[in-house]
């Protein structure tokens, strides 16, 4: 059931108590791919997760702004602190547990929210009416072949595969012009705290070798991998350990 589309008699009737809330960013992917790339993803990965899955799960709206200040130099991006993504993540969740959906999948698709969202499920699971865990598509798919990068190989061949959403006149720039690894290394640490230091164009990685086929079987990896969390989380026994004597 996808909550935009359901009326809340619909809701009501609903017999599930597990609900997917996909989460993502607004921010540059380059010359060449949407700023809307990380939640439009994590969107398509959670319906068609959902899909796949064999019980009854609720599919809430998108959460499309994330933590991205990263990328603040390049126009089009939104971002919010930390504390307030987490705070939104949070009170939706709430909101879905005030109406029985307690069991809860964030499906995120920005790297940037990986750290909050890791923490923020947390907090709700130990100390609200619900448990939460976060699930971060290309974490579950990887690939020996090609690196994550930003706005690369990755996304571009995801997006490729969902539809016409690629500029594909720009990517042989996007793939001249962008960095090899993210951020400036050095003792094991990363001295920029904004990609606008390391790439003129916002691009890590070669979105060139992101093909429709490559995105195809990552698609269908995440979805997969998705489909199988959602049966861990039904079935787990999510009451909390007692304390130690």
């Not at 919010?80 to 307690?102: I, K, Q």
Request: glycine fraction near 10%; include cysteine; hydrophobic fraction near 40%.
């Amino acid at each position: 059931m996808y909550l935009p589309e359901a009326t809340w008699s619909e809701v009501a009737d609903c017999g599930t108590d597990l609900a997917v809330v996909p989460v993502g960013a607004t921010e540059q992917h380059g010359p060449h791919a949407p700023l809307g790339t990380d939640f439009l993803i994590a969107e398509a990965v959670a319906a068609e997760g959902s899909e796949r899955f064999s019980g009854e799960v609720v599919r809430a709206p998108t959460i499309p702004v994330g933590v991205s200040e990263e990328h603040r130099q390049f126009p089009g991006t939104l971002w919010l602190s930390p504390d307030t993504f987490r705070e939104v993540v949070r009170e939706t969740v709430a909101g879905l547990a005030a109406h029985g959906f307690d069991r809860v999948v964030l499906v995120n698709g920005h790297g940037g929210n990986v750290s909050a969202l890791r923490e923020v499920a947390g907090t709700i699971t130990r100390h609200d009416a619900a448990y939460a865990v976060s699930f971060t598509w290309f974490d579950a798919v990887g690939d020996d072949e090609i690196e994550m990068g930003h706005a690369g190989a990755f996304e571009t061949a995801v997006l490729r595969y969902l539809g016409d959403l690629v500029r594909e006149g720009s990517v042989e720039e996007a793939s001249d012009a962008g960095a090899k690894r993210w951020g400036e290394w050095v003792s094991g640490t990363n001295l920029a705290h904004d990609s606008a230091e390391f790439t003129d164009n916002g691009v890590v990685g070669d979105p060139a070798e992101g093909t429709e086929e490559r995105g195809a079987r990552l698609f269908d990896r995440a979805t997969d991998r998705l489909a199988d969390l959602l049966e861990a989380v039904e079935r787990r026994d999510v009451s909390r350990p007692a304390r130690r004597e």
